[in-house]
């Protein structure tokens, strides 16, 4: 079975909506490495259609123009895309194509596909938060930024059940930012 990550840019208060707002003061080459790691880790990416939008609008030309970042774009670009949306897409930018299907369904088929590599996710909350609750998700990559934005769209809703998590790993970083990657447990942890 393939292994499914997410990664999200995430502040301490929980906001992971909007990250070009407060993000970019943090980024560094450390935090470059990590994102690069957890995305050319994989053969596909799943992405959710606003996410799609904004990659296909800058990545493609990132790679046409050949700059400090055009070999990650290639990558990208070469990777085969899935796009979770209800709506009709014209998808621009190569090797892109429609989730098919019920979304939990249609995922836990592709995790049973034959590939070399892993499945990755880079934003698309909505999407994140439905395969955490349904058990899907392997490891989420969360950078936590030393900063609490107070507004905004937060990695989890109120009033949804808990979901258990077990550390997997933890490194932080010059800039304040730490690096979490996280993965399923089967219980809540038991305080000492």
Known sequence: MRKLTAGLFISLDGVVGEPQEWHMPYFNDEMGAAVDAQLTSADTLLLGRRTYETFAGAWPQREAEGGEDAEFAKVLGDMRKIVVTRQDLTFTWRNSERLQGDLIE??????????????????????????????????????????????????????????????????????????LVYGPAQTAAAGA
């Open 106 to 179: 249609a995922v836990a088929a592709l995790k049973n596909e034959p590939g070399e590599g892993d499945i990755a996710m880079s934003g698309s909350v909505s999407v994140v938060r439905q395969l955490l609750a349904a058990g899907l998700l392997d490891e989420l990559h969360l950078l936590v930024h030393p900063v609490a934005v107070r507004k905004g769209m937060r990695l989890f809703d109120e009033g949804e059940p808990p979901i258990p998590l077990r550390l997997i790993s933890a490194k932080p970083f010059t800039t304040g930012v730490v690096y």
